[in-house]
């Protein structure tokens, strides 16, 4: 039987036999509600406090800058929507026109409820310009939401640049990093909202966070018990927090190696594909 070959990673990766394990004893043995004052919560509460420390200090950030959702989509709304209803007094948002419909939706839906939206164009590679990012900035914006790394053609924006902008211009920065966490050195002093999904770096579907820089208030989603210190209710998920710190270790301490051949195998790639007669590739180098 044929070995197959997998080129869907941007969609999602299989779970890391590391990761597989370093979950493993939350589902069944250490299962405790962290939210309880028994040992097995103070248990469960202990290995979420850790996985937070683990990420905040592979981007440089504070813990508690740390929220964890169920995935990038929950953290983009989060942050789009959250960032509009405790900011009420600016009701107008800049993105893009590739952006993921996590980003594009809530921002379509604010525009339902009054808001507006600017939605910038891209080149022939994918990027914004940054001159009409500077032109679109209002008196009356509040955030600009602009992915690092897009899903389909593989396009890295100017993330540092746009966050200059942004913070010269008091206003809020979001990126969408969904596809370049855990691939490039993201720039999180410019960022001021980063949303992340497990699922792309080799942990478990359904977990992701949200990184709120400190400063900026978020209006919650979810009410309920005031979980990650009220802006997102619901019993946390033990495991997949754990499978996401341990993945967002794994594909960092990774990162220079897996980079080098994934260099090898895209120039490959790009020969194969330029050797194809009308063949056209999409992106920016």
Known sequence: MDKRIYLDNSATTPVAAEVLEA??????????????????????????????????????????????????????????????????????????????????????????????????????????????????????????????????????????????ICRERGVAFHTDAVQAYGKIQLPTDSIDLLSVSAHKLHGPKGVGFLMVRKGFSLTPLLHGGGHEGGRRSGTENTPGIVGLAAASSLVFNKMEETTARMRRFKRRLIDAINAIPGTRLNGHE
Request: one cysteine or more; hydrophobic letters at 40%.
């Open 23 to 164: 979950m493993t004893p939350y589902f069944c043995e250490a299962y405790g509600n962290a939210s309880s004052l028994h040992a097995s919560g103070r248990e469960a509460r202990q290995a979420i406090e850790k996985g937070r420390a683990e990420i905040a200090a592979i981007l440089g950030v504070s813990p508690s800058e740390i929220v964890f959702t169920s995935g990038a989509t929950e953290a983009n709304n989060l942050a789009i929507i959250g960032m509009a209803f405790a900011h009420q007094e600016k009701r107008h948002i800049i993105t893009s026109k590739i952006e993921h419909h996590a980003v594009l939706y809530p921002c379509q839906w604010l525009e339902s409820q009054g808001y507006k939206v600017t939605t910038l164009d891209v080149d022939k590679t994918g990027r914004i310009d940054l001159t009409q990012l500077k032109d679109a900035i209002r008196k009356d914006t509040l955030l600009v939401s602009i992915m690092a790394g897009n899903n389909e053609i593989g396009t890295l924006q100017p993330v540092e640049e746009i966050g200059a």
